[in-house]
């Protein structure tokens, strides 16, 4: 059981480039979520999905795109990759259920540097 | 705005003895608050949760306390033990709303125990 599986680890853009950062999970899980973790801030949400066919904004949503076409992956664009991106980002999944919260499982990020 | 806070960046304890780790959030409409710990190169995985319904969650060596009043919980490790350093996270959200999953988390601080 492979659980929430982030590609690639690392990666190096140069201002303007684009790029997909990959998260698949293999739990059947409905919601997943993007997260950034910056020093100092936390880990702040991105972009979430309950379920196939649905994205929403998060907190910082602001040069990045999501689409949600299978229950299993979730890919994060960055159109137009600025320094500012430069950031660890993790991918999250969960159930949702209608009583009780079931807790994240995350990835083990993508950290990636942008020049 | 950050809503969840840790104001300590980082906390010493030496084995045995019990880490105290501290999170106070501004907003009244968080109902359900988490704890995720996390090791380098790794993503951040669930430690223990507490509804607003209570005012205390034993899991092990693991205990939250919540003060509603104050918003302020807690996170106490007894007896603390080398493998427990790392970076923890609190973590809130409404549970009772339409942000399913959108958790707003804390700083996070390091936890370095001690042989």
């Known amino acids: 059981n492979a659980g929430v599986t982030q590609t690639p680890k690392f990666q190096v853009l140069k201002t303007g480039q684009s790029m997909t950062l990959q998260c698949a999970q293999d739990?059947?899980?409905?919601?997943m979520s993007w997260y950034r973790q910056d020093p100092g801030m936390g880990l702040r949400l991105i972009h979430y999905?309950?379920?196939?066919?649905?994205?929403d904004q998060g907190e910082v949503p602001n040069g990045y795109n999501v689409s949600r076409s299978t229950t299993e992956d979730f890919p994060l664009r960055l159109l137009s990759a600025a320094p500012s991106q430069t950031s660890v980002y993790f991918c999250?999944?969960?159930?949702?259920?209608?009583?009780?919260?079931?807790?994240?499982?995350f990835g083990n990020g993508t950290r990636l540097t942008v020049t | 705005d950050q809503q969840v806070k840790q104001n300590s960046p980082s906390l010493s304890v030496q084995e045995g003895r019990i880490s105290i780790l501290n999170c106070d959030y501004t907003?009244?409409?968080?109902?359900?608050f988490l704890w995720y710990k996390k090791y380098p190169a790794e993503g951040p995985t669930f430690l223990i949760s507490?509804?607003?319904?209570?005012d205390k969650n034993e899991d092990g060596r693991f205990t939250v306390f919540l003060n509603k009043s104050a918003k302020h919980l807690s996170l106490h490790i007894v007896p603390s033990q080398p493998g427990d350093s790392a970076v923890y996270f609190c973590?809130?959200?409404?549970?009772?709303?339409?942000?399913?999953?959108?958790?707003?988390f804390g700083q996070g601080t390091i936890l370095t125990v001690h042989p």
């Open positions: 739990m059947n899980h409905e919601y």
């Open positions: 973590a809130a959200f409404n549970a009772g709303g339409t942000s399913y999953g959108k958790l707003t």
């Open positions: 507490i509804s607003s319904i209570k």
């Open positions: 999905s309950v379920g196939a066919g649905i994205t």
């Open positions: 999250a999944s969960s159930y949702t259920t209608g009583t009780g919260y079931s807790p994240l499982h």
């Open positions: 907003n009244s409409m968080f109902d359900y």
